[in-house]
């Protein structure tokens, strides 16, 4: 069964880099003929799309985001990984990763997330 | 960037009622649409995609329809499991865009 975590620190500073990254066990990244997903959900809002990558590298992003999300993609260790750089308090929310479907970018499998904190 | 936007808000529905919510899209996305239920402190878990076809292991009381600009989740007989948060999402083109999503109470 495959599973994905998000592993990370838990606590960033504002203007520093947020970086995440999932790992996938019970299948394999390079299977997928879609785009993997980064989507975070601030406390007691909806979800936002963040960025989405291919298992050869290929990307899109949020275009709100686009200037500072960097997603990328370690199929040797079975990964793939978020930044967000000059992060603000606006930036605090629950990340999740997530796994796409069999027939495009809708994402069938989540990780469990994993909460981020903007503070000093 | 495709806008979606979900109604109502907030649905308070009777166990066994039915609960309809909507979905609109700002251009159309063909069938390229999905439905998720979160539940508080979980994640979104995916209950419809290609506007119509239930996820595996979904109960068969969750049906979707709809094509274009125009999509509905229906619930037919709710339970009270089914209190949560459903959000529709497109995934036509890039940026994929979600739903503020919908509040499901139990009356």
């Known amino acids: 069964q495959l599973q994905l975590q998000e592993s990370g620190p838990g606590l960033v500073k504002p203007s520093e880099t947020l970086s995440l990254t999932c790992t996938v066990s019970?299948?394999?990244?390079?299977?997928?003929?879609?785009?993997w997903g980064w989507i975070r959900q601030p406390p007691g809002k909806g979800l936002e799309w963040i960025g989405s990558?291919?298992?050869?590298?290929?990307?899109y992003y949020n275009p709100s985001l686009k200037s500072r999300v960097t997603i990328s993609v370690d199929t040797s260790n079975n990964q793939f990984s978020l930044q967000l750089s000059s992060v603000t308090a606006a930036d605090t929310a629950v990340y999740y990763c997530?796994?796409?479907?069999?027939?495009?970018?809708?994402?069938?499998?989540w990780g469990q997330g994993t909460l981020v904190t903007v503070s000093s | 960037e495709m806008v979606m936007t979900q109604s109502p808000a907030t649905l308070s529905v009777s166990p066994g009622e039915r609960a309809t919510l909507s979905c609109r899209a700002s251009?159309?996305?063909?069938?390229?649409l999905a439905w998720y239920q979160q539940k508080p402190g979980q994640g979104p878990r995916l209950l419809i995609y290609?506007?119509?076809t239930r996820a595996t292991g979904i109960p068969t009381r969750f049906s979707g329809s709809g094509s274009g600009t125009e999509f509905t989740l229906t619930i037919s007989s709710l339970q009270s499991e089914d209190s949560a948060v459903y959000y529709c999402?497109?995934?036509?083109?890039?940026?994929?865009?979600f739903g503020g999503g919908t509040k499901v109470e139990i009356k």
């Open positions: 997530a796994r796409p479907g069999r027939g495009g970018s809708y994402y069938d499998s």
């Open positions: 019970g299948g394999s990244i390079s299977s997928s003929y879609y785009y």
């Open positions: 990558i291919y298992y050869s590298g290929g990307t």
């Open positions: 251009q159309s996305v063909s069938s390229n």
């Open positions: 290609g506007a119509s």
């Open positions: 999402q497109q995934y036509h083109n890039w940026p994929l865009t």
